[in-house]
């Protein structure tokens, strides 16, 4: 259903490209490609207000305030990866690229009953997302050897402490093909996700089930845009919220040194920069990068490939 509603919202756009250019051509090919730049221009303009308040609400946060070029620079990029996750990754090829699970593939170079020997990784995606989101992951991480599992989360605008289960089982999938238990990496909401899974677990499991977790971006302590959203996970998300205040007052204070989290001052979905930091943990700023671009930028997705590798 996650990917399904995202394909008629592209076929529905492309359906309106087509007519407005079939009715408007024969009279003025001028006005036609005019409406299509001008439907491109009001998403480019929705996506610039978005760092502009970011810019703005970030006056008071500790992370170096980004400049106007950096702010261009990501909006740039963060408007190109937009048309590419929402528009092909993820209504069209979430299913393109199968879990590898190497120990358990028929199409496994390992022998029977052989063990991977590098440490598995379970991808989690953010909010509005599937997994196609991590298709550039999955290619990485093949490519390494190491085992994968990326997940879905559904449905898409259900509870956080809902997809619980769905995290479980993906993690039980690689710990028993490599022996082994996985790095986690979750972008947005799915860190949030990750550590609502870990808080339902028994506290000796815990560190049992889960080697490291990798955070891009994710709202630890709630994000101001939080506060307009009607579903029941953007609402958890809400900044300083009951749902995230209570996650914090759960947790064992030991726990926050098992992750590295990411963040930045151009992030235009995670702001105030902040609240993307976990107190305790690895915390890492990458600057003038936004909010999906943070999940594949070169920096980034590079020094999270060699902490994983070095599990």
Same mark, same amino acid.
């Given at each position: 259903?996650?990917?399904?509603?995202?394909?008629?919202?592209?076929?529905?756009?492309?359906?309106?490209?087509?007519?407005?250019?079939?009715?408007?051509?024969?009279?003025?090919?001028?006005?036609?490609?005019?409406?299509?730049?001008?439907?491109? %221009?009001?998403?480019?303009?929705?996506?610039?207000?978005?760092?502009?308040?970011?810019?703005?609400?970030?006056?008071?946060?500790?992370?170096?305030?980004?400049?106007?070029?950096?702010?261009?620079?990501?909006?740039?990029?963060?408007?190109?990866?937009?048309?590419?996750?929402?528009?092909?990754?993820?209504?069209?090829?979430?299913?393109?690229?199968? +879990?590898?699970?190497?120990?358990?593939?028929?199409?496994?170079?390992?022998?029977?009953?052989?063990? %991977?020997?590098?440490?598995?990784?379970?991808?989690?995606?953010?909010?509005?997302?599937?997994?196609?989101? $991590?298709?550039? $992951?999955?290619?990485?991480?093949?490519?390494?050897?190491?085992?994968?599992?990326?997940?879905?989360?559904?449905?898409?605008?259900?509870?956080? +402490? +809902?997809?619980?289960?769905?995290? *479980?089982?993906?993690?039980?999938?690689?710990?028993?093909?490599?022996?082994?238990?996985?790095?986690?990496?979750?972008?947005?909401?799915?860190?949030?996700?990750?550590?609502?899974?870990?808080?339902?677990?028994? %506290? *000796?499991?815990?560190?049992?089930?889960?080697?490291?977790?990798?955070?891009?971006?994710?709202?630890?302590? /709630?994000?101001?845009?939080?506060?307009?959203?009607?579903?029941?996970?953007?609402?958890?998300?809400?900044?300083?919220?009951? $749902?995230?205040?209570?996650?914090?007052?759960?947790?064992?204070?030991?726990?926050? %040194?098992?992750?590295?989290?990411?963040?930045?001052?151009?992030?235009?979905?995670?702001?105030?920069?902040?609240?993307?930091?976990?107190?305790?943990?690895?915390?890492?700023?990458?600057?003038?990068?936004?909010?999906?671009?943070?999940?594949? +930028?070169?920096?980034?997705?590079?020094?999270?490939?060699?902490?994983?590798?070095? /599990?």
């Amino acid at each position: 259903m996650n990917a399904r509603w995202q394909q008629v919202v592209v076929f529905f756009n492309a359906l309106a490209t087509i007519a407005w250019l079939a009715w408007q051509w024969p009279r003025s090919p001028l006005v036609a490609l005019a409406g299509v730049a001008g439907a491109l %221009a009001l998403f480019g303009l929705v996506l610039g207000l978005q760092f502009v308040i970011m810019r703005r609400v970030n006056r008071s946060d500790h992370a170096p305030r980004p400049s106007w070029r950096q702010l261009v620079v990501a909006w740039w990029a963060e408007a190109r990866l937009a048309l590419v996750v929402f528009g092909w990754r993820q209504p069209f090829r979430h299913n393109a690229v199968p +879990d590898w699970l190497p120990s358990l593939s028929p199409l496994s170079p390992l022998s029977p009953g052989q063990q %991977a020997t590098r440490r598995g990784v379970v991808l989690v995606h953010g909010f509005l997302c599937n997994r196609g989101f $991590w298709l550039p $992951w999955m290619a990485a991480l093949r490519e390494r050897g190491h085992a994968h599992v990326a997940v879905t989360l559904e449905p898409a605008f259900g509870s956080i +402490d +809902d997809y619980t289960a769905t995290i *479980d089982a993906a993690v039980q999938r690689v710990q028993e093909a490599t022996g082994m238990a996985p790095v986690v990496v979750g972008h947005s909401m799915g860190g949030l996700v990750v550590r609502a899974w870990l808080r339902s677990l028994p %506290a *000796d499991s815990a560190a049992a089930r889960v080697h490291r977790v990798i955070t891009l971006g994710t709202p630890h302590g /709630g994000t101001w845009a939080g506060r307009f959203s009607r579903s029941v996970n953007g609402q958890q998300m809400a900044l300083g919220g009951e $749902w995230v205040r209570q996650l914090q007052q759960e947790e064992p204070a030991a726990r926050a %040194a098992r992750f590295t989290c990411w963040y930045s001052n151009c992030d235009n979905i995670v702001f105030p920069a902040g609240t993307a930091m976990l107190a305790g943990a690895d915390n890492r700023l990458v600057e003038g990068v936004a909010h999906m671009q943070m999940a594949f +930028d070169p920096a980034v997705m590079r020094a999270c490939l060699e902490e994983i590798a070095r /599990g």
